[in-house]
């Protein structure tokens, strides 16, 4: 078990805990206090701790009135230095390495004279005393690295009864689960088609980061964020994102860091809005970093999955993950299928817009609600006696139809196809693969804000996208399209009234255009 830190904790957090214990049914046991201040605050206590904290000597904290914070989280005077090294550590630590004041105090220095808004000012000692202030500003603290093996699944699942514990007081509608993948989104099912012999295309560049969240009901799926290495990529100049229902973030690695999280966090608190909610993530290094700079309001609680059990406890991972790579394959495959059918090759036409078109389908069309739910269920985080099946599409029929159309050879197994190992363990290693240097250089890169300046065009190398087209000629495939549903079945009617109001509003807009151009035209 992790060694209990000397981080300081607020009367907030002693009150929280105290108002916890005390609504319990049964008077809980200091392993279910711990358990769930752990749940609660990513900081476990030591039993005596706990036993002070419920001891008469905090009793007045029991009354109504809310107590002072007592921690005062402030801002360094170096604060880009100070961001970059508490990323820096975070990552290290949760690695299980050790490290210590001396390295910290020597890793600052370095950050100081590469950083240029540093360059002309005289620098600093770093003495025991920035760096105590340092330690207690970002709450670090120091434990003892511990694997998968021995306590582990005991305490994960110590850890796992508070946090169900919290989401008992939830709803289905108000639970949330937040998590990231690879997906190799132009990966071929053989090898015969693969980059060997088109030396501009590698595999690393045809992955990219997905973002996924989603309430235990599936009645909320936010948007999809997908994580590239192209700042803005050919194929989606001139698009919508997020009237698509996506969004694209970029930087030099395509993963999640702490960037890309607080914009994340930022923007589920604003598409929760004023709603009480319940939110679990794992703890990931960038996960931690992006809440530190963005705290969530109060109305939103987040609680961490217990350390290196998110593989059974995670909902996303129970299921809803894999049938959305199932479901996208689905569409690949038939992609695929259609260019052998028309001698052409697909990899060289498939774009990014493709892939987050797909993705955006499956997401919010193909999977059912019910198989999210099930995954709930099957993590444990939502409790019920019933299990529900976790239904995925049988793809195999498809499959066998594009190897003997294409004439494919040397086929990966369809299972090892639709759901790739390392699609998962590339990003799990992400941070694991650099080693602390890299990870240090990449940090200040980012800070000085030439780290991720790559040229689109270096990065995409996707073909040029097909031009939007015009407004007369969207007009003319809507009207087609209600000329089609006119002859169908009249199951099909409310299908018909929206294109009918498409048409409507498009039609507007055209004269509307018209309209304007000559206003301008007589102005001149």
């Not at 998110?310 to 894999?322: A, H, N, V």
Request: with cysteine; proline share 6%; glycine share 4%.
């Amino acid at each position: 078990m992790p060694q209990s830190s000397k981080r300081l904790i607020s009367d907030v957090q002693r009150k929280a805990l105290r108002d916890w214990a005390h609504n319990q049914p049964r008077r809980p046991t200091q392993k279910a206090c711990i358990a769930w201040f752990y749940a609660e605050y990513n900081h476990r206590l030591s039993q005596s701790t706990v036993s002070d904290i419920l001891s008469s000597q905090y009793q007045y904290l029991d009354s109504k009135s809310n107590p002072s914070t007592s921690i005062r989280k402030g801002t360094g005077q170096w604060h880009d230095l100070e961001n970059i090294l508490y990323e820096w550590q975070q990552t290290l630590n949760l690695r299980g390495a050790y490290i210590s004041g001396d390295i910290l105090v020597e890793k600052a220095r370095q950050i100081w004279t590469s950083l240029p808004q540093y360059r002309d000012q005289p620098p600093p000692i770093f003495s025991n005393g920035w760096l105590h202030r340092f330690k207690q500003r970002f709450n670090i603290k120091q434990y003892t690295h511990h694997g998968e093996a021995g306590s582990v699944p005991e305490e994960a699942e110590e850890d796992m009864k508070a946090i169900r514990t919290i989401a008992g007081n939830y709803n289905e509608d108000d639970i949330y689960n937040m998590d990231e993948t690879g997906l190799f989104w132009r990966m071929p099912p053989s090898q015969s088609l693969s980059s060997a012999n088109r030396p501009g295309v590698k595999r690393d560049k045809s992955r990219v980061s997905i973002i996924c969240c989603v309430n235990a009901s599936g009645t909320d799926r936010l948007p999809i964020w997908v994580i590239g290495k192209a700042r803005m990529p050919r194929a989606l100049r001139n698009i919508n994102m997020s009237a698509m229902g996506a969004e694209w973030r970029w930087n030099k690695k395509a993963w999640v860091d702490q960037i890309v999280m607080r914009e994340w966090l930022l923007a589920f608190y604003s598409h929760i809005g004023k709603r009480a909610v319940l939110l679990t993530m794992d703890n990931f290094a960038a996960h931690l970093a992006g809440l530190e700079l963005a705290p969530p309001p109060p109305n939103i609680r987040i609680c961490w999955l217990p350390k290196n059990s998110t593989s059974q406890y995670q909902p996303l991972d129970q299921g809803i993950i894999q049938n959305l790579k199932i479901y996208y394959r689905r569409q690949w495959l038939r992609f695929i299928l259609h260019h052998y059918e028309c001698n052409q090759d697909p990899l060289q036409t498939v774009t990014l817009l493709d892939c987050i078109r797909w993705l955006i389908r499956a997401w919010n069309h193909d999977i059912l609600s019910t198989t999210i739910l099930a995954c709930f269920y099957k993590s444990t985080l939502v409790l019920n006696p019933v299990q529900l099946p976790i239904e995925s599409p049988n793809l195999s029929s498809l499959y066998e139809h594009v190897q003997q159309s294409g004439r494919l050879s040397n086929c990966m197994d369809i299972a090892n196809f639709l759901n790739p190992m390392e699609e998962s363990s590339e990003l799990a290693g992400s941070e694991e693969e650099l080693s602390s240097e890299t990870l240090l250089e990449q940090l200040i890169s980012r800070a000085s804000d030439t780290g991720d300046m790559c040229d689109d065009d270096q990065e995409d190398d996707s073909p040029e996208p097909a031009p939007l087209p015009k407004p007369s000629d969207a007009l003319n495939a809507v009207r087609l399209l209600i000329s089609y549903m006119e002859g169908q079945d009249v199951s099909r009617a409310s299908l018909l009234r929206s294109l009918e109001r498409l048409e409507r509003d498009l039609d507007s807009e055209i004269i509307a255009s018209r309209a304007q151009g000559t206003l301008d035209s007589w102005l001149r």
